[in-house]
């Protein structure tokens, strides 16, 4: 009996020593970009490398950006060993010399699959050959794995993203895992021992509508993230036509402060100079990026006019007052209030003294000039401003 004890002790360490992500990736938000959104099931091997190029040339990479991602329908069968197989006609030279560009280009390289049987696009997925696939994407050279949730029947969430987890594990390349499941058994409650990041809702779409109907769903699962473990929105929509600039900025800096994983979802070898100064403000970035990891907090809700407030290491902090009605909007802001002021899960922070810190706006890059701690602002219609209390 106790020499069986002293097995089951030892199996159950090598199991439990085995069942773990990797805990030193996505420190800050997975920066890079992703083909859906703009592409779907249009991949190639030259759309990938030509996004690879622009992210370089275009200056997205000094800005932070650094996962290059094929989403869905690179895939298109498994051969006589069940490995997985390229479409041939897309990627000619296979994976694994696209990731290897990718490399050379000083970038990382991201890869899609499925926890069910077929991925979303009807593709062959994951189920029953995880560790085989985990094994592929080591060879190959990936380093983000976004898997996804179709085609799943009456498979368990927590246990089918654990499998494909400890897969990953025991390929022994650390590699970022990305859980789409959509928000469907609230992955925040249990996901931050499985992955590095969680979609929360469904797909987004390029429209106003989609987009601020996804933050509507973020305000109450701040405190589920944090370094190496995300809320995730979805992707970005920035550039791809269906809302205006000044939309288009007002997601963008939502994201940032939600402290989301920001994977731009636009063609960046054809981007207009808005789309261009939208995705690479370094200043609203630097929100997203800040170590301390904590996603904005819906401070004050009076509907169409919303404040989120974001805390930020050292002691920083950020707000984003959100006009999301159809009418330009003047406010009365009270910068020492907001100064004063902590989110709910920073209680133990100090309370901030407004005359310790110069109030910087992260569009127009400029410091205010408070005369009073009190002043009216104007919002434009679906539009933000936001500041960041930089200390003096
Ligand atoms: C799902 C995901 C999307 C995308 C598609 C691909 O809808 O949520 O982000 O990956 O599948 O088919």
């Known amino acids: 009996m106790k020499k069986l004890i002293v097995i089951a002790a030892v199996i159950f360490f090598f199991l439990g020593a085995s069942a773990q992500k990797y805990d030193q990736l996505a420190k800050t938000p997975p920066m890079g970009w992703n083909s859906w959104n703009k592409y779907g099931c249009n991949v190639s091997e030259t759309l990938i490398m030509g996004m690879a190029d622009a992210m370089v040339s275009s200056g997205m990479k000094d800005a932070g950006y650094e996962y290059v991602v094929i989403d869905d329908c690179w895939q298109i069968s498994r051969d006589e060993n069940e490995e997985i197989v390229a479409d041939k006609d897309r990627f000619p030279h296979g994976i694994k010399y696209l990731a ?154 939502l994201w940032c402060m939600l402290a989301a994983p920001l994977l731009a979802g636009n063609d960046l070898q054809n981007m207009s100079p808005e789309t261009k100064s939208i995705l690479t403000n370094k200043e609203i970035i630097a929100l997203d990026q800040d170590i301390l990891g904590k996603q904005a907090e819906l401070w004050r809700n009076n509907g169409d006019y919303q404040i989120w407030m974001k805390m930020l290491a050292k002691d920083e902090k950020a707000v984003c007052l959100l006009n999301s009605s159809d009418e330009k909007k003047t406010v009365l802001v009270d910068f020492g209030l907001i100064a004063q002021a902590r989110t709910e899960g920073a209680e133990d922070s100090k309370p901030l003294k407004l005359e310790n810190f110069t109030v910087r706006d992260l569009w127009e890059h400029k410091d205010l000039v408070l005369k009073e701690s009190s002043t009216y602002i104007d919002i434009l219609p679906h539009s933000v401003k936001v500041y960041r209390f930089v200390k003096k």
């Open 100 to 253: 290897d560009y990718i490399h050379s280009k000083g970038l990382k390289f991201g890869i899609y699959s499925c926890a069910g049987t077929l991925t979303c696009a009807g593709r062959p997925a994951g189920r029953g050959h995880e560790y085989q696939d985990a094994l592929s994407y080591a060879r190959w050279g990936v380093d983000y794995l976004k898997y996804d949730w179709c085609n799943t029947g009456t498979q368990n969430a927590k246990s089918s993203y654990t499998i494909m987890r400890d897969a990953l594990y025991a390929a022994k390349r650390p590699i970022v895992f990305s859980l789409c499941e959509w928000g469907s058994n609230k992955p925040w409650e249990w996901a931050g021992e499985i992955g590095h990041l969680w979609r929360t809702t469904g797909d987004i779409s390029d429209s106003w509508n989609s987009m601020i109907s996804i933050l509507s769903q973020q305000k109450d699962l701040a405190k589920f993230a944090g370094p190496g473990h995300w809320n995730d929105p979805d992707m970005l929509e920035v550039g791809n036509g269906g809302m205006t600039t000044e939309e288009y900025k007002t997601h963008f800096s």
